[in-house]
Structure formats: structure tokens, C-alpha cells
């Protein structure tokens, strides 16, 4: 009997257990999600206007209940028009533009925020933050690669960040750019060049698998200031191994193509990403002929280039080959090598100096003003039309019947308001002025183009034809190298700027008057500078303060000096 009891008593026990034990389940499964942090935090200050708000809680949530809805950002009752996305346990608010400065602004997350269970957070969760008084926006990453919630990813797939920015590359390693497959840390190389931080993993990616890629704001910009927000974005991988030959899908040039400019480099961008140890001098190669054209390899994203190490010939042809040796990240080899041609441009006679008429008389010509501060050194006549003399200061005039001198000026000087025939003079010589700018800017088939994108300090000149579509800049010295017949012509869409105390020399008998600087743009000589050649500018021509010149400054508005020697060349 009493055994009978006891077994009673543990049957109901164990009853009461599991009774127990299952209300504790229901208790896990009913848990609210919190919020473990934000990003700004509670009370910051100094944030900056571009601001990536995030939200990390304290598990998966369901995405569908985040939105801009449940997550919002005030400016005291007016809301901020944005973004909102998620991934592993954080959600991001982006605004659409930028925030005000010195401004108090609220975030919150809605109880209709609920985790993957359907319980939802127990409150709102309610924060402020305050920008700073500073209008400098933090770095933030424009693109990746694979792209957030990607699908099919490759297994050997190398993981990139474009930032919209140069960034400061010490700042991007193990730690601010990480690969996760759950709470497990994916093992990778990371590096950076040209704005992209590549992350590489050292073994192949698990198919059928989700993973988050992070690059945290410890990140930062070359001048210290952090990623506007944690970028975190996720993609999954595919279920079958890459067996598939890749391809060289587009070349620059094109085969076939004519008139390329003599500094091209050579690129060649593949049909998926590619192994870059395969990717060298011995896989991609140039030829003119049978002559190996020597230069340096890159690769990038999935591109290839060869930078010639010396300028091409004019009207040549040349050959670039990559060859099967050009594997991609699965070791697979393009199906046979790929060859193409292109033939340089310019001319392999000389170029044909720009004829400036009668404008070739004046060592100043501009249109509405010649505005000098005294005192400066000019050799050589100047013209100002259609503006009379009143538009020509700090000379000190001397009128004279036709024209007047100046003490400053070993010449001439002219204007419109003056007696016969100096007004048709320079009408003629204004016309000719802008026929000859239209001359150099029309010069079809450049020799070179885009020359270190706009920066020309520390170059030597070859004879030819330069063409920018940009401004350019002289920050360091530049040489001017040729015979005496040589010609250069310098075609430039923007501005042209050149730094205070550099210098362009002449060497080998190059001369000024077969220089020609066609600049859309102001052309600005920077103290104490040194400048060669004739300046044909739409706009205005400034020199700062003890430049000199030897040339012509011919502007189709305003010519100002100050304390400058100029002379006519």
C-alpha cells in the first residue's frame, strides 16, 4: 500500500513538472523583443547631417513589421521622409536628405515592431539625438557587391563596398568589415584601393546559405570623420559549384577602333570576377607588331588594365591579347585567348600652329576690361575692344592721337574709343582672337586625352594634341619638351589653375609661340608663378600677384594683373 501511495505521489509530480516545465516554453515563446541599442544613442550631439539612424535588437525580428511606419525620425512633429531597411538583428532609417543643423530630432519604434514569434516590443521605444553646427557630411557607402538580399550568389563570390569617397585604408580591416554566416565569423582577406574595400574569403562560401556583411563606423575618411552609419547588408548563397568559363565581355578600345588617344590605357572587363593572381603581364599583353609594348597590369571589380609605361606611336596599330592563362575564382580559364586591335590617333607629321591673325599683334587682348595693379612690366602693344579706354585701370595712361602709352608698358596700348583706324584694328583683331580659339577647340583626333584626369604637375610635354574635359590643374612644375617647329595645342573645358610658384619651362627649342592654350574656362596663374605660350580664353585671365609670362593673353572677357611681367613671345 505504501508503494502504492509513493508511486502516486511521483506520477502526480512529474505531472506538475511538466506542467511546469511547458508553461516555461510558453513563457520563452511569449518573451517581448527589446531594443539593445541606437545608433545615435540616446542624447547624442555633434551628429552629422547624413546620418544613417540603426536600431539593433535582441533578436531576428520579422522585416514586415519594420517600415516607415513603425520606425520614424521627427523633427518635432514633422517627420523626416526616408528609408527603412533590416538585416540580421539591426534596422536602418536613411534619411532622403540631409538633416538640419543644431536640431533636436526623435526617433522611435512602434509596438507593432514584432520578432520572427509575432510578440511585439512591450513599448515604444523613444530616443533623441542633436546634430552638429557643422555642415560636413560623414562617408557613406554607395553600392555593393552582391547587392542586400541578393540570391544565387556564387560560392567563391569576392564581397565589395564602394564608398563615395576616398577613405583612410588603415581604418578598413578585420575589424570594421566583417562576413557572418549566422554568429559564425567568416575568415577573409580585406583590402581597399580606388574607394572599394574588398572583402575575400579564404574558403569557399556554404551554398544555400545566408550571409551578413557588415563595414562598421570605425571606418573613416581621410579626414577622420567616421561612415555615416553601420552598412550591413545580407545575400544568399546559390546551390550549384561555378563550372562556367568566364569571358572577356567588353574591351576599351573596342576592336577595330580608330583615332585612340596615344595615353590610353588599355581595359578589358570580364564576365564575372576573376582570380588577380591570374590577371599579370603574361595573361594580358600589347604588341605593336611583333614588339612587346612594355607597361603595368591592374585588377579591379572585373577589370583589367595595361598602362602603357611609354606614350604611343601616332597612327599605329596595336594588339592587346589576354590569354587563357586568366582564370576566375573557381579556376576555371577563358575558352581561348581574346585578341583585338585598335589604331592610334594624331599625326605623325607636325601639327599646324592655330593662326591668330591679327590678334597675333598684341601681347594683351581682351574684350570688356584690363584691369592692372600697378606696378607691372608688359612688353609688347595691348588692345581692349569693343570697351573704351575708362575699362583700362592702373596704367597710367598717356593719350596719344590713335593710342596711348604707359610707363609700365614697352608698347602701345589701344582701345575702341580711339581714332581711326584703331577701332576697325581691333574689331578685326578680336574676330580673329575668337577664330583662332574656335581653331585650337575644334582640333579633332586628340594625342592625349584626359592627361593625368586634370593634374599635370611633375609632367613633361610631348608635341601634340592635349585634350581635357575637365579643369586643369598645374599644382607642381611642368616641362614643356620639343624642337623648335614642334607644336602644342591644349584643349581644356573647364578652368585652368596653376599653383602659386611653379613654373613651366622650355626645353629642347621649344618656343612660346607655337604653345596654344585654348581654355573654355578662367585661366588663373598663381603668385610668383612662371607661365609659357598664348592663353585663348572664352572668359577671363588673371594674374596673381609677381606672375610672369611669356606669350600672348588673349581673352574674350577680362585681362587682370598685378605687379606682373609679361612678354610677348
Not at 175 to 203: C, D, R
Not at 253 to 265: G, H, S
Not at 270 to 297: A, C, H, R, W, Y
Not at 527 to 548: P, R, V
Request: charged content about 10%.
Amino acid at each position: 500500500m505504501k508503494l502504492k501511495n509513493l508511486l502516486s505521489t511521483l506520477a502526480i509530480a512529474a505531472v506538475v513538472l511538466m506542467v511546469g516545465c511547458n508553461k516555461d516554453d510558453d513563457n520563452n515563446l511569449d518573451l517581448a523583443p527589446t531594443v539593445n541599442s541606437s545608433d545615435p544613442a540616446n542624447n547624442a550631439t555633434d551628429v552629422v547631417l547624413n546620418k544613417i539612424v540603426t536600431v539593433t535588437f535582441s533578436e531576428a525580428m520579422n522585416p514586415l513589421t519594420l517600415t516607415e511606419t513603425t520606425f520614424t525620425i521627427n523633427q518635432g512633429t514633422t517627420p523626416v521622409a526616408g528609408t527603412v531597411s533590416y538585416s540580421g538583428t539591426t534596422v536602418s532609417f536613411e534619411p532622403a536628405t540631409v538633416l538640419t543643423l543644431n536640431t533636436i530630432y526623435t526617433g522611435t519604434i512602434t509596438t507593432e515592431a514584432e520578432n520572427v514569434s509575432g510578440n511585439a516590443l512591450e513599448k515604444n521605444y523613444v530616443w533623441e539625438f542633436t546634430t552638429g553646427s557643422s555642415s560636413i557630411l560623414a562617408p557613406t557607402v554607395i553600392s555593393t557587391k552582391p547587392e542586400n538580399n541578393a540570391v544565387n550568389v556564387e560560392l567563391n563570390k569576392i564581397i565589395t563596398a564602394t564608398f563615395n569617397e576616398a577613405m583612410e585604408s588603415s581604418t578598413i580591416n578585420a575589424s570594421s568589415f566583417t562576413l557572418k554566416h549566422g554568429e559564425t565569423t567568416v575568415l577573409g582577406v580585406i583590402s581597399y584601393s580606388g574607394m572599394i574595400a574588398t572583402f575575400t574569403p579564404m574558403n569557399t562560401l556554404t551554398a544555400g546559405t545566408i550571409y551578413t556583411a557588415m563595414i562598421s563606423t570605425d571606418v573613416e575618411n581621410l579626414n577622420g570623420i567616421a561612415l555615416a552609419g553601420n552598412k550591413v547588408w545580407s545575400f544568399t548563397t546559390g546551390v550549384l559549384s561555378d563550372d562556367i568559363e568566364p569571358t572577356v565581355s567588353i574591351t576599351n578600345p573596342l576592336n577595330n577602333a580608330l583615332n585612340i588617344e596615344r595615353n590610353k590605357t588599355i581595359e578589358a572587363t570580364f564576365s564575372e570576377e576573376m582570380d588577380p593572381l591570374t590577371i599579370n603581364t603574361s595573361t594580358f599583353s600589347l604588341k605593336q607588331g611583333s614588339t612587346i609594348v612594355p607597361g603595368s597590369v591592374n585588377y579591379s571589380g572585373s577589370m583589367a588594365t595595361f598602362n602603357p609605361t611609354n606614350t604611343l606611336a601616332a597612327e599605329t596599330v596595336y594588339t592587346a591579347t589576354i590569354t587563357t592563362g586568366a582564370k576566375d575564382l573557381a579556376g576555371n580559364s577563358i575558352a581561348v585567348n581574346k585578341v583585338w586591335s585598335f589604331t592610334t590617333g594624331g599625326s605623325t607629321s607636325y601639327l599646324a600652329v592655330v593662326d591668330l591673325g591679327a590678334a597675333v599683334n598684341y601681347v594683351i587682348l581682351a574684350k570688356t576690361a584690363i584691369n592692372n595693379n600697378p606696378t607691372s612690366s608688359i612688353t609688347g602693344d595691348m588692345g581692349l575692344s569693343p570697351a573704351a579706354t575708362s575699362y583700362i585701370t592702373g596704367l597710367s595712361l598717356t593719350n596719344l592721337t590713335g593710342y596711348a602709352t604707359s610707363a609700365q608698358v614697352t608698347g602701345q596700348i589701344f582701345a575702341a574709343d580711339m581714332a581711326d583706324p584703331t577701332p576697325t584694328n581691333l574689331t578685326t583683331a578680336v574676330e580673329n582672337m575668337i577664330t583662332a580659339y574656335n581653331d585650337a577647340a575644334g582640333r579633332s583626333f586628340p594625342d592625349f586625352l584626359e592627361l593625368g584626369t586634370g593634374n599635370i604637375g611633375g609632367k613633361t610635354l610631348a608635341p601634340g594634341l592635349y585634350k581635357w574635359t575637365s579643369t586643369v590643374t598645374l599644382p607642381t612644375n611642368v616641362t614643356i619638351s620639343g624642337g623648335a617647329d614642334d607644336v602644342w595645342i591644349f584643349q581644356i573645358s573647364g578652368d585652368l589653375n596653376m599653383s602659386s610658384a611653379v613654373n613651366v619651362t622650355l626645353v629642347g627649342g621649344a618656343q612660346a609661340k607655337n604653345i596654344f592654350w585654348q581654355v573654355a574656362g578662367e585661366a588663373t596663374f598663381g603668385a610668383t608663378s612662371h607661365f609659357e605660350g598664348t592663353i585663348l580664353s572664352m572668359t577671363g585671365i588673371t594674374f596673381q600677384t609677381g606672375a610672369s609670362f611669356n606669350g600672348r593673353a588673349l581673352a574674350q572677357t577680362a585681362v587682370v594683373l598685378d605687379g606682373n611681367i609679361v612678354v610677348e613671345k
